[in-house]
């Protein structure tokens, strides 16, 4: 896709996600939130199935494939096949949502043969909007204010790390320990990657399950960023539409500068 295209396609996430964050204020705003537990038993709710209905109806039109974590279940056999899709997350973080802590995002992510490209992720409370293309860059908007672009910073130094208010477990603590300077900011959704592509903090290890569309969209904007999100067994980037959608744990950082791990 050319630079014209993927502006376009742009765009249309960007107005699908707000569309989608308003839908989840709706939820959120109300009293009956629709609490209902999916059969791994993770949390579902009325916002969850708003914004994904909300966010199809405008990426249909693309007539790009869509896999959604609220979508239909779509077999490896055709999923390999795809050259560009869409991968949503319409409430990332409904734990979050759940506890009205505002941690939670909207996430949508263009991917090409197996890599993200382009990504949008809103957090409809904080109304904060992230979006950024591979090579072409990334940028933040905040309410009404102008838009931002994010820089990528050369600084070596490791001033703050941030990590999963929900899942801080033994590996992601001794993963910290190595860094006793170094100040932590535990964050809900995929907030904490965009921390990271903003350079309010250098890295984010993650050791706990996630899913690909968890973390797509965020990753396209760290790429756009300057940064990278790599396995942290062997240091490469992370896969996308693999046969199985879980991730291996990852580390998200800011720069190369940040490799001591590996």
Known sequence: ?????????????????????????????????????????????????????????DLEQTGLPILSEEGTEIPYSVRKNWEYYWLVDPLDGTKDFVKRNGEFTVNIALINLGKPIMGVVYA????????????????????????EKLEKVNDPSIKTIVASRSH????????????????????GSSLKITLVAESKAQLYPRFGPTMEWDTAAAHAIVLAAGGEVVNLSDGKSLLYNKENLLNPSFLVRTSKFHSETF
């Open 1 to 57: 896709m050319n630079r014209k295209q993927i502006s376009i396609l742009t765009d249309l996430a960007k107005s699908a996600a707000l569309k989608a964050g308003g839908k989840i204020l709706e939820v959120y705003h109300s009293k009956e939130i629709g609490l209902t537990q999916k059969e791994d038993n993770s949390p579902l709710t009325l916002a969850d199935q708003a914004a994904h209905q909300a966010i199809i109806n």
């Open 168 to 187: 801080m477990n033994q590996e992601t603590k001794d993963f910290i320990a190595q860094y006793p300077e170094a100040k932590v900011i535990n964050m």
């Open 124 to 147: 409809p409370i904080l109304d904060w909007l992230y979006w950024g293309s591979v090579g072409y860059g990334a940028w933040k908007k905040v309410g009404d204010q102008g838009q």
